[in-house]
């Protein structure tokens, strides 16, 4: 079993719809989770990061996370064209090391 | 305020010679971290450092890799002798440190590293 496992994708949404990218992680010691934006042929940007059960939101940015349930989510609203990239759910169990997911594609319809 | 740095940001070399990946962290920074990123395996930690000592190399491949940090603002990654299926793009990312945000990284540009 995967540590950190995301939906591949791709998510296709149209523009202006709400993009929901899942995540779904093993360890229950997990206590940081981030969600990154990764263009093509780009590094990935740390674009959310959550540390408590619940909703945070940025922006058109909503990372919830449910620790009882192992899973983490990010919501888009309003998604743009410019929203399209691979998203990486990644989590840290403590100490420095962070595991990654292996993305979720995300595409937006003009 | 300048991002992570890496150097170089293409290579291409053939099969059975030494590579070295370089890495500036963010000023102030004190935790440092290689990645390998390819399309089958996505992104792999390599190894990382706190306060320059390397803490967990568990995810370096084999003994063709070395990783040194020699002081706050500097990393290295070799790869000596290199093979093809090293081919990946390599990152390099530096975390604050703290409590108050734990574990947010930042990414330098990467190193598209091809091995002929």
């Known amino acids: 079993q995967k540590e950190v496992e995301q939906n591949s994708g791709p998510l296709s949404v149209p523009e202006g719809a709400i993009a929901s990218l899942n995540c779904t992680y093993s360890d229950r010691v997990s206590q940081s989770f981030f969600w990154y934006r990764q263009y093509s042929g780009k590094s990935p940007e740390l674009i959310m990061s959550?540390?408590?059960?619940g909703d945070k939101e940025d922006g058109r940015f909503t990372a919830q996370l449910n620790k009882a349930s192992q899973y983490v989510s990010l919501l888009i609203r309003d998604s743009q064209p410019s929203d399209s990239a691979t998203y990486l759910c990644a989590v840290a169990a403590g100490g420095f090391k962070t595991i990654f997911g292996a993305g979720t594609r995300l595409f937006v319809k003009a | 305020d300048a991002g992570v740095i890496q150097s170089p940001r293409h290579e291409v070399t053939e099969m059975g010679q030494e590579v070295t990946l370089r890495c500036k962290p963010i000023?102030?920074?004190?935790?440092l971290f290689w990645y390998r990123q390819t399309m089958m395996r996505g992104l792999e930690l390599l190894i990382y450092?706190?306060?320059?000592?390397?803490?967990?190399d568990s995810g370096m491949p084999e003994d063709r890799f070395s990783a040194k940090m020699p002081n706050a603002s500097f990393s290295t990654l070799k790869i000596q002798p290199s093979e093809p299926r090293d081919s990946a793009v390599y990152f390099c990312?530096?975390?604050?440190?703290?409590?108050?945000?734990?574990?947010?990284?930042?990414f330098g540009p990467g190193t598209r590293l091809t091995v002929l």
């Open positions: 450092f706190n306060n320059n000592v390397p803490i967990d």
């Open positions: 990312a530096s975390d604050p440190g703290g409590t108050v945000r734990l574990g947010e990284q930042f």
């Open positions: 000023s102030g920074h004190n935790s």
């Open positions: 959550i540390y408590s059960n």
